[in-house]
């Protein structure tokens, strides 16, 4: 979906460094969240936030922090890459509507590899 | 908190025949079932959903189907066709609510010319 935008699309880094993937979205979702998909895992979540002011832990948050700008802006960052750490990232949105349960719209991806 | 599993992880069809995957969840009190696919190269897209009050749903060649006292819902694709080969993920809302949701492992659909 084109109204959110990850980058970067693929990053290759090292053990032990620091590196952060950035995401944005233009569909005004105050919702905002991180997943890392794994073969046979499925998506996790890694952290959501629900506005500007919220940050709030996934089931798998050990090794990675998240920075929510604005609203429109949702970075992850690992502090010390490590290989397990190896996988298919996604940002996505959703709105926070009247049913309770809204849609969520992904965005495309960064693949990360560390080496 | 809610655990889903998703079956088969990979399912090979002949074009034009149906396909079936299923998935379980845990908590009873789950009301909200989506259905995403993924295609190559991105990310996952909504295709269908359903909530608890209705125990089937279509959308032109796509059904989803639920069974809440054995705690169990479907897809059912008819008539496939090669567009439709892609990833296929099931979720159910995650614990402590807040539209977050707990996923299905996913399951890898061939449809086979």
């Known amino acids: 979906d084109a109204d959110v935008t990850q980058t970067p699309r693929n990053r290759i880094t090292k053990t032990g460094k620091r590196i952060m993937l950035e995401c944005s979205q233009t569909k005004g979702h105050d919702r905002m969240y991180w997943y890392r998909q794994d073969p046979g895992l499925g998506l996790r979540l890694i952290y959501y936030?629900?506005?500007?002011?919220?940050?709030n832990k996934g089931e798998i948050s050990d090794g990675y922090s998240v920075s929510r700008q604005a609203q429109a802006k949702f970075s992850l960052s690992l502090e010390s890459a490590i290989p397990n750490q190896t996988a298919l990232y996604f940002c996505?949105?959703?709105?926070?509507?009247?049913?309770?349960?809204?849609?969520?719209?992904f965005g495309p991806g960064t693949r990360l590899l560390v080496l | 908190g809610e655990n889903v599993e998703q079956h088969p992880s990979t399912l090979s069809v002949q074009e034009g025949d149906s396909a079936v995957i299923k998935c379980t969840y845990s908590?009873?009190?789950?009301?909200?079932f989506p259905w995403y696919k993924q295609e190559l190269g991105k990310g996952p897209q909504l295709i269908i959903d359903?909530?608890?009050?209705?125990g089937e749903k279509k959308d032109q060649r796509i059904a989803v189907t639920l069974n809440k006292t054995a705690k169990h819902f479907s897809l059912h694709i008819t008539e496939t066709q090669p567009e439709d080969s892609a990833v296929y993920f099931c979720a159910a809302p995650a614990k402590g609510g807040g539209n977050k949701l707990t996923f299905g492992t996913g399951t890898q659909l061939k449809v086979e010319l």
């Open positions: 996505a949105t959703s709105d926070a509507g009247p049913r309770g349960l809204e849609t969520q719209y």
């Open positions: 359903i909530r608890s009050n209705v």
């Open positions: 936030s629900f506005d500007v002011k919220d940050i």
């Open positions: 908590d009873s009190a789950s009301n909200y």
